[in-house]
Structures are given as structure tokens and as C-alpha cells.
């Protein structure tokens, strides 16, 4: 592969940040690739593992000279980071990022972003429930989906060089506006995580099931929940309140469709039970052979990458 990116500054060390190091590093589509992380544990971990070319200790240092600047960090403290690093940005480079909100992003960090500097805002949907230096690994994006949001003043060029970068890392892509990202993202993965960490809780608080029960009889339904409601906390914290109109939103429908499995129960509808089920039971499918899972329950992920996390 061709390189892309003279270049690239990867501000935060975790695992989208990892995983796109190693990614790069698989095509060879950069020349050269630094890291920042907040936590010097986090930098100390990243350089033990040759993870970057060089981590600094400082976010200007990390910018300098840099084609492209991806923020791989909670959507809550990116506009203080960008603020922070404005003045420090190549003219002509490209500032992105991988949040999971993008209008609350573009509202907090457009303002900030130099003329000079090109904002090509960007979300990979790829992920596990794993964080830190140590979690990534290059086929994380493999066949996966990143969404490119441009803004109305994003450079084609910028966009087009941004593009080539995750289709070499082996992500499919597509662009979408905001407000709608926002929205799908807040079905596929927002709404869910809110679900999956609000059942755990319910277990937790069920006095009458022991803590050994839960974790010794628990079936793929509620295993799968607390894969999920393992994420990062801050994260989420972040992107439940960044996103909260369309979560909200999704919240409000699942309310409702949860109501009426409750009256088909109540009712003892079994034929509404059934067609409900046959119909979610197609989206599943149509999943599968988009390519976006295995029927294997390990989360579409290989035994290689597991082990990897």
C-alpha cells in the first residue's frame, strides 16, 4: 500500500488508538506515527510495546509537523484538548477524531480549529470491551464500517486523503451528516450499551439471586450484557451526555415496544410473541450476512485477536 500520511499524531493511547497504530503500521501507510496519552503509566505501557514511533510526554510536542492529528479520547474533554493544541497545528494538516457523537463534537471543537487546519470528523464502529495501550490490534477494523462526517467547510481533498487512510486500515466507508449519525448510533450502540448496563444493575440489585449465581449461571444472554456494560465508564458518561436528544429519543420507542411484550406476557399472546421474534430474528440475519458478525459467540472476533486483547 501506498503511504497516506507523512506524518500522524495519535492523541490518546487506547484501544482505537492502538488498534490504528498497528493497522498503519500492517500497510505501511504512514512514514511515521507519534502518540500522547494523558496517564504517563498509559505512555510508559505504550513505549515498553513499541506502540508509536515516539509517545511524548507533552500534546504540543505530538502535533508538531503533523499531516494528520486523530483525537482518540473521550468526547467530553476534546474541545479542552484541541484548545490546547490549535496553535501548535501544521498548516495544511488534518485534524479528525473517533468519537461516537459527532454534532455535540463539531459544535464544541469547529470553533477552535485554525483556518489553516482542515476538521474531518470521523467515527470507526469497531470496538471490544477492552481500553488501554495494551488492547489494540491491526485487524480491528477489518470489514468494519467508519463513518466520515464532513462539515460544510471540510476540504475534499483532506476528506478524499482521510478516506484512503481507513480503507487501508481494511475499514468500509461511508458519510453521513451529523444529526443522523447521532441518530443511528444511538440504535446500533448507544441505546443498547444504556440496556446492557441497566440489566447488569438489575441483577446486582436482586437480593434474592446471589452474586455466585449470577456469574456461575450465566447463559449467553446475560454474559453477552456484561461484555458489553464493561466498557470504559468515562467514555460512555460522555457519550450518553453528548448524545442525549437521539438517545433519549430511542429510549422513549424501547419503552414503548417493551409495554406491549409486557401486555402480549400479561395476555398470554403467544401468536404476537412469536411474529415480534421472527421479525427481530431477520435483522440478525441480515447481520450475519452483511458480514458484520460470526453465528460463533465470540463477538465476530478471531481466536488471534482475542488473545491479542
Not at 4 to 13: D, M, P, Q, S, T
Not at 98 to 125: C, E, M, Q, T, Y
Amino acid at each position: 500500500m501506498t503511504v497516506v500520511y507523512n506524518r500522524v499524531a495519535l492523541i490518546g493511547l487506547g484501544l482505537i488508538a492502538s488498534s490504528m497504530f498497528w493497522s498503519i503500521r500492517r500497510g505501511n501507510l504512514a512514514k511515521e506515527v507519534v502518540g500522547y496519552a494523558k496517564s504517563e503509566k498509559s505512555r510508559d505501557i505504550a513505549r515498553s510495546i513499541g506502540l508509536c514511533d515516539q509517545v511524548f510526554d507533552d500534546l504540543k510536542d505530538t502535533v508538531e509537523n503533523a499531516d494528520l492529528v486523530v483525537l482518540c479520547i473521550p468526547v467530553g474533554v476534546m474541545s479542552e484538548v484541541v484548545a490546547q493544541i490549535a496553535p501548535n497545528l501544521k498548516k495544511g494538516a488534518t485534524l479528525s477524531d473517533v468519537g461516537s457523537v459527532k454534532r455535540a463534537v463539531i459544535d464544541a471543537v469547529k470553533p477552535l480549529v485554525p483556518d489553516h487546519v482542515h476538521f474531518v470528523p470521523a467515527h470507526p464502529l469497531a470496538g471490544t470491551e477492552h481500553s488501554g495501550p495494551e488492547s489494540g490490534f491491526a485487524s480491528l477494523f477489518d470489514n468494519r464500517w467508519c463513518i466520515i462526517i464532513p462539515t460544510p467547510s471540510s476540504d475534499p481533498k483532506a476528506i478524499d486523503q482521510l478516506t484512503r487512510l481507513w480503507t487501508g486500515m481494511g475499514a468500509m466507508v461511508d458519510k453521513m451528516d451529523a444529526a443522523h449519525h447521532d441518530l443511528v448510533l444511538a440504535v446500533t450502540s448507544h441505546a443498547p450499551h444504556l440496556i446492557a448496563y441497566t440489566m447488569v444493575g438489575v441483577a446486582d440489585d436482586l437480593s434474592r439471586v446471589t452474586d455466585t449465581e449470577v456469574i456461575n449461571y450465566s447463559a449467553a444472554g446475560f454474559r453477552d450484557f456484561t461484555r458489553i456494560a464493561s466498557s470504559d465508564p468515562t467514555m460512555w458518561r460522555d457519550v450518553f451526555l453528548s448524545n442525549k436528544d437521539a438517545t433519549l429519543e430511542i429510549l422513549g420507542r424501547f419503552t414503548e415496544e417493551l409495554f406491549a411484550l409486557q401486555r402480549a406476557i400479561r395476555t398470554e399472546d403467544g401468536q404476537m410473541l412469536f411474529d415480534y421474534f421472527s421479525r427481530t430474528r431477520t435483522i440478525r440475519r441480515g447481520i450475519l450476512e452483511a458480514g458484520q458478525d460470526t453465528e460463533a459467540p465470540d463477538f465476530g472476533r478471531s481466536l488471534t485477536d482475542k488473545n491479542k486483547e
